[in-house]
Nanobody, 127 residues
């Protein structure tokens, strides 16, 4: 019943910014633990950041200080603000949501803990 739809990806030069959106239906972002994952060609899927129903967050070291996750409860949408983008940020970005393990083990940002996934949006950063 939960559906996630990402948007906002695109191509930017190094140092630029993008803001990704994840429109959520079937449940509220207020009641879900959610996260952003990314995958580059030939590489494993990486947990970028997760956010708890309480508002607590867990960021990968590679994006700390540059990326910010947030929820808009009125619009029922999850966001990822990405600043100071680097070529190594290039990849397909996925929105994910869940309860239970996704919340209990929020810090590990493990894809197997999340049950609902969006279709992905491509982010390309050129130097």
């Amino acid at each position: 019943q939960v559906q996630l739809v990402e948007s906002g990806g695109g191509s930017v030069q190094a140092g630029g910014s993008l803001k990704l959106s994840c429109a959520t239906s079937g449940d509220t972002v207020r009641s879900l633990c959610m996260g952003w994952f990314r995958q580059a060609p030939g590489k494993d899927r990486e947990g970028v950041v997760s956010i708890h129903t309480s508002g607590s967050t867990s960021y990968a070291d590679s994006v700390k200080g540059r990326f910010t996750i947030s929820k808009d409860n009125v619009k029922n949408t999850l966001y990822l603000q990405m600043n100071s983008l680097k070529p190594e940020d290039t990849g397909m970005y996925y929105c994910a949501a869940g309860t239970g393990s996704a919340c209990w083990y929020l810090y590990r940002r493990f894809s197997g803990d999340f049950t609902y996934w969006g279709q992905g949006t491509q982010v390309t950063v050129s130097s």
